[in-house]
């Protein structure tokens, strides 16, 4: 069974700051990767994915995320953080990449100090 | 790009009664929706696919007589809540077939 482990359920950071939230994932094969972002009240957003190829990923909104197969880990990162970034994060693993169930981690609250 | 509309954004219903919650896929044939529910402060949990022209496929827990899944179309999928309990208090969302596309979601209360 697949699993998704965000360690951290609240992080503060300051505008400007760099942000990096954590993610473990535990599955059999190789996943599928995601990332969301979910303003209160409102649906997800995708932020990025990773299917294969280059472990390092390029998403919206100047969000990157890195995928490191020997941690089981899938880390989402921002060099400056703004405030319109204060949000709930979720990260997500899948099996296949469309049609697929997908498992959630806990989601991450951020709040951005000015 | 394509969307998922999700319709309504809210609602307030007395206990007993059913509501139900679509979600239409605007450009694209969802063979596939999924549904999810949120607790307050919590994850998404999966509690089914609907897929079209055939039942829904329910997660383990998951009442299939009390959320009843309907998929008559490949851009329409619907969820009824019957006989809400103040329990069942929570913000529903749909998703496409693809991994991209929720909709906005559907926050309810059962008073």
């Known amino acids: 069974a697949q699993s998704v482990t965000q360690p951290d359920i609240h992080i503060t950071v300051s505008e400007g700051a760099s942000l990096e939230l954590r993610c473990n994932y535990s599955?059999?094969?190789?996943?599928?990767l995601f990332w969301y972002v979910q303003s209160p009240g409102q649906g997800l957003q995708l932020l990025l994915k990773?299917?294969?190829?280059?472990?390092l990923v390029q998403g919206i909104k100047g969000f990157e995320a890195e995928f490191k197969r020997s941690q089981s880990s899938f880390n989402l990162r921002k060099p400056s953080v703004h405030w319109s970034d204060a949000a709930e994060y979720f990260c997500?693993?899948?099996?296949?990449?469309?049609?697929?169930?997908?498992?959630f981690g806990g989601g991450t609250r951020v709040l951005v100090k000015p | 790009g394509a969307v998922v509309s999700q319709h309504p954004s809210w609602v307030i219903c007395k206990s007993g009664t059913s509501v139900k919650i679509e979600c239409r896929s605007l450009?694209?044939?969802?063979?596939?929706m999924f549904w999810y529910r949120q607790f307050p402060k919590q994850s998404l949990m999966l509690m089914a696919t609907?897929?079209?022209?055939?039942?829904?496929?329910?997660e383990q827990g998951v009442e299939k007589d009390k959320f009843l899944i309907n998929h008559a179309s490949l851009t329409l999928s619907t969820l009824t809540v019957t006989s809400a309990h103040p329990e069942d208090s929570s913000f529903y969302i749909c998703?496409?077939?693809?991994?991209?596309?929720f909709g906005q979601g559907t926050r309810l209360t059962v008073v």
């Open positions: 599955y059999g094969a190789t996943p599928y």
């Open positions: 450009d694209f044939q969802a063979t596939t």
């Open positions: 990773y299917f294969s190829g280059d472990t």
């Open positions: 609907s897929n079209e022209g055939s039942k829904a496929t329910y």
């Open positions: 997500a693993v899948g099996a296949e990449a469309a049609g697929n169930k997908l498992t």
């Open positions: 998703r496409g077939s693809t991994e991209a596309f």
